[in-house]
């Protein structure tokens, strides 16, 4: 390398004016009366960022808890969590029953079953007189 060497002397712009003082600044001095500020201020960003992560897993479980919920109050899925989660199906009603319907026709399988109401002609029907049996007939002649 040359002394003269035009890439290693200060340039015109990069010299300071004469006349003109700068003045000197300790950079100790600046980073320590800051450096608590801006720990406080990290600090601060950073409770609040933990906040909005554990808010958004919050509004994440909620709401599909809310869909499982909308879908058991169709009461046509014998489980509600056969359907997949749609954040879409929330706010629209018939867009959730069309879609129940859909995965119904695709796998009938999942539908609730109808559990049948009232006399099925089976068990205890109550005060009714039973059917005479030999066992009753060979008591009755005692």
Do not use: C, W
């Amino acid at each position: 390398m040359a002394e003269n060497d035009p890439l290693d002397s200060p340039s015109a712009n990069e010299q300071a004016p004469s006349g003109v003082d700068t003045p000197e600044v300790d950079s100790e001095v600046a980073e320590d009366d800051t450096e608590p500020l801006v720990r406080k201020l990290r600090d601060e960003s950073a409770k609040y960022r933990t906040r909005a992560k554990d808010a958004e897993a919050r509004i994440h479980t909620l709401s599909r808890e809310l869909f499982a919920l909308k879908v058991a109050a169709l009461d046509k899925l014998a489980d509600a969590t056969d359907l997949e989660y749609n954040a879409d199906f929330l706010d629209d009603p018939d867009a959730l029953a069309l879609a129940v319907d859909e995965l119904l026709e695709k796998r009938p399988h999942y539908a609730k079953r109808n559990r049948p109401n009232g006399a099925v002609g089976q068990g205890d029907r109550g005060d009714s007189v039973a059917a005479p049996t030999f066992a009753a007939l060979l008591q009755s002649r005692r």
